[in-house]
């Protein structure tokens, strides 16, 4: 799998000072000379990869970090790859049918998969210990939404090493977190082991001595 990720001025989330753990910076917008740049690198080493993750440093389908206009370009140079599975990294709160239609109009012959973070199923592990706003019930809505479309898919991230628990807890909130998703219709998990990142609360903890960095043995 290729992860290409895409300029943009920054997480919308992240300048509201949410996400305990999150740190993805910022840049100027692709430009569509940039755009037709990728494209020639990709198309060059295509046989290499059978899929490949697009995302930006927030939301790809939030028009406040990729306008329309630029949407619709990486589409279109999607659509000339010879890449069969194509997956779409984005906040649940930003899909829409407008977008969902356009997808599907233009990469009519490839697999879709919209990956969107659940982080935690517990709204406490989210409101207190990670810092984000996740209405559950609306994200079900979203993933059934996406399921309307029988050319796309659901793919759902978990957070391992919600600070202010303990190892036990935090393995306990990832599995029940699993096992929600799951249950609501979630097709596939990537689950992301806690990374301290730099100027995030997380890496303030744990140069402070309140965090500790989770164990590859777990």
Not at 11 to 31: A, D, E, P, Q, R
Not at 76 to 101: A, R, V
């Amino acid at each position: 799998m290729l992860h290409v990720c895409i300029g943009s001025e920054g997480c919308v989330f992240k300048k509201n000072g949410s996400c305990v753990m999150c740190n993805y910076g910022y840049s100027s917008l692709i430009t569509q000379k940039e755009i037709q740049n990728l494209f020639s690198v990709l198309k060059d080493n295509e046989e290499d990869f059978s899929s490949i993750l697009i995302g930006t440093y927030g939301s790809f389908f939030d028009t406040r970090e990729i306008p329309s206009n630029i949407f619709v370009d990486i589409l279109n140079m999607l659509k000339n790859l010879n890449i069969h599975t194509i997956i779409f990294e984005t906040h649940y709160s930003t899909i829409s049918t407008d977008k969902l239609n356009l997808i599907c109009d233009i990469l009519q012959n490839k697999e879709i998969v919209i990956e969107l973070g659940l982080e935690s199923s517990n709204q406490i592990v989210l409101s207190e210990c990670l810092n984000k706003t996740i209405d559950l019930k609306e994200f079900k809505k979203t993933v059934d939404l996406i399921h309307e479309y029988s050319q796309l898919c659901v793919s759902a991230n978990v957070f391992l090493g919600a600070p202010f628990l303990t190892a036990e807890e935090q393995i306990k909130d990832s599995l029940q977190s699993i096992v929600w998703a799951l249950n609501n219709g979630v097709d596939n998990i990537v689950v992301f082991p806690s990374n301290i990142r730099e100027n995030t609360l997380i890496e303030f903890l744990y140069a402070n001595g309140h965090y500790n960095k989770i164990s590859a043995w777990y």
